[in-house]
């Protein structure tokens, strides 16, 4: 995706829509600037270990794919980067 403003306004609704999720403790959108992945990137941190569907389903409807999901304390971490 070219635009940065579309971009940024993905992610901002794939966040929205996967905040809503109780597996969801937060989320954190990273511009390309700020991500390893020089890309616009979702940052989640989940209650348990794996991406619940509805959460999967969320960030394909807006053009996120999985890069990453592992423990980070008593917590899981998952990495969605906007293709």
Same mark, same amino acid.
């Given at each position: ?27 954190? !959108? /990273?511009?390309?600037? +700020? ?8 940052? /989640? ?5 794996? !991406?619940?569907?509805?959460? +999967?389903?969320? /960030? ?5 794919? /999985? ?13 969605? !980067?906007?293709?």
């Amino acid at each position: 995706m070219t635009c940065t403003i579309s971009a940024r306004r993905s992610c901002e609704r794939a966040a929205a829509a996967c905040d809503r999720r109780q597996s969801v403790c937060s989320i954190d !959108v /990273l511009a390309p600037a +700020q991500s390893e992945e020089n890309r616009w990137t979702l940052e /989640l941190h989940l209650r348990k270990r794996g !991406v619940p569907p509805a959460v +999967q389903r969320a /960030l394909a409807d807006h053009g996120l794919t /999985l890069r990453d999901v592992s423990p980070r304390g008593t917590a899981f971490r998952a990495v969605a !980067v906007l293709d």
